[in-house]
């Protein structure tokens, strides 16, 4: 007899199947979740008045649409609890009312959290916040626990609390931290007075936070005499190795696009037209290097592409297009046609039609504009991370960017030589990729590849003249 999941399934309720696995958490229904999310179709937009998001998602026989908005007050409250307090030693609990920026900050940084909602209602919310994100990359990397107040509860270290509605919130947490002795970080509005005694607590640390709309407290309550005040350190480069953290920082100079070009040379297609646009603000796209660069670098084959002088030994590379040798899983061995990224060109390489031309270009300066104006905030958007993965070679790295290239090339031309970013985590992608594992390469095991043509793609990465290669290439094709 099927149980729940597999009737949800078959009466086309996939979003149910997803939600049964949220609640369940157990490898059967985590089976189930993963042929639900194959039929579930999300979008995500960005709302009119332009203060958040909406995310709608549908199947065959259910839909649900869910607005979001996230004040920068969060993003100050949390970096001052990363500054001050270790989150990576103990169990982190925090209530979740907040609509899922708590539950999403917790979880790709891989501390052991868990998170607490009054209602089902919040439960849900806070579940979908990024769920185009969870549709892509179908559960690779599980969402932290979320938990409504009939459960039983778990014994934690420190809890965070945004206090909303102080007094409801309160009687909750009374009754779910019943004997449990933890500090408490709070971030509180200007107006709620909290007296440390109802928590049979004191004061350790106390720092006013101004915002745009209110005035705010943040306030570590704890029964010890004082706190240990070591910051959290996001994993900066191969760090993340030792890390459970999905999230880390790389240096600008050390990231490649899937040409293999640098977002630090001259010569970048996006990096070089942002300046352009700098220096003149009625610059068209007419009048750009990303044109220019369409136009003449319209590589035949992944040979071409990567520069790769005629007569060079590298089969098949020179007779078509291929996944990158690391890619999971093995793909058909050859394609004669490009890869488009969407529909009229390939954002990477030309030709592309003027139409698709025209719309890298407003989305290249939509990207740079934001930035300029807001920073670089990712844990306030859907799909906000630069992702991408790393090729490691010894004690050496590349990023390669996969999502978020034309923000990464806004990052460049606005000066950052540093930046947080995301693993991409969808199933066909690597997080690292080693140079010395390249015999268990899914392309390299599957014969596409031999091993000595996937270390050569490997080391296009690592090349420091494929900008200069570029810039002469054009030259060439100028002068043709």
């Known amino acids: 007899m099927p149980g729940d999941g597999e009737k949800l399934l078959e009466a086309d309720r996939n979003i149910s199947v997803f939600i049964e696995y949220m609640k369940s958490r157990d490898n059967e229904s985590l089976i189930l979740a993963r042929k639900a999310l194959r039929n579930i179709k999300s979008y995500s937009s960005t709302r009119k008045d332009r203060q958040g998001y909406r995310i709608r998602i549908k199947c065959k026989n259910e839909e649900k649409v869910f607005n979001y908005s996230f004040p920068h007050i969060y993003g100050e409250f949390l970096n001052a609890i990363v500054d001050n307090m270790d989150l990576e030693n103990g169990k982190t609990g925090y209530l ?113 936070l101004v915002s745009e709309k209110n005035d705010f407290q943040i306030l570590i309550l704890s029964s010890k005499d004082e706190i240990d005040q070591e910051e959290t350190r996001i994993p900066e480069g191969l760090e993340v190795l030792k890390s459970n953290s999905a999230i880390l920082k790389v240096d600008m100079d050390k990231c490649r696009d899937n040409n293999g070009f640098m977002y630090t040379e001259e010569g970048h297609y996006f990096v070089e037209t942002l300046k352009q646009y700098e220096n003149n603000e009625d610059l068209r796209y007419e009048e750009s290097y990303l044109k220019e660069y369409y136009e003449k670098f319209q590589p035949d084959n992944r040979r071409d592409n990567y520069l790769w002088e005629e007569g060079l030994d590298c089969f098949p590379m020179d007779h078509g297009w291929l996944y990158d040798p690391w890619r999971r899983t093995a793909n058909p061995p050859l394609r004669k046609k490009r890869f488009e990224t969407r529909k009229g ?34 844990d306030f958007f859907v799909d906000g991370y630069i992702t991408g993965y790393l090729l490691v070679r010894k004690d050496d790295y590349r990023f390669v960017a996969s999502e978020g290239q034309h923000r990464i090339a806004a990052l460049a031309a606005l000066g950052y030589d540093s930046f947080i970013c995301r693993f991409d985590l969808k199933p066909w992608t690597n997080e690292t990729v080693f140079y010395n594992q390249a015999s268990k390469w899914p392309q390299v095991k599957a014969g596409i590849f031999t091993p000595r043509v996937a270390k050569m793609c490997f080391e296009h990465f690592f090349r420091i003249d494929n900008n200069t290669r570029l810039i002469e290439h054009l030259k060439r094709m100028s002068s043709n």
Not at 122 to 144: C, Q
Not at 353 to 378: C, I, M, Q, S
């Open 96 to 208: 979740e009312n907040t609509g899922g920026f708590l539950l999403n900050y917790m979880t790709p940084r891989g501390f052991d959290s868990l998170g607490l909602t009054l209602d089902d209602d919040e439960w849900e919310k806070s579940i979908f916040a990024n769920f185009p994100v969870i549709r892509r990359e179908y559960l690779k990397r599980e969402l932290s626990p979320l938990m409504d107040g009939n459960e039983n509860p778990q014994k934690v270290d420190r809890l965070i609390w945004i206090v909303d509605d102080y007094t409801s919130e309160k009687k909750f947490l009374d009754k779910y931290l019943k004997n449990q002795d933890v500090d408490i970080i709070m971030l509180v509005p200007e107006g709620i007075n909290i007296n440390p005694e109802e928590f049979r607590k004191k004061i350790l640390l106390g720092r006013s």
């Open 345 to 378: 060109g390939n954002h990477n390489i030309g030709p592309n039609t003027e139409e698709f031309g025209h719309a890298e270009f407003n989305r290249l300066k939509g990207a740079y504009n934001a930035l300029k104006e807001k920073g670089y905030n990712p």
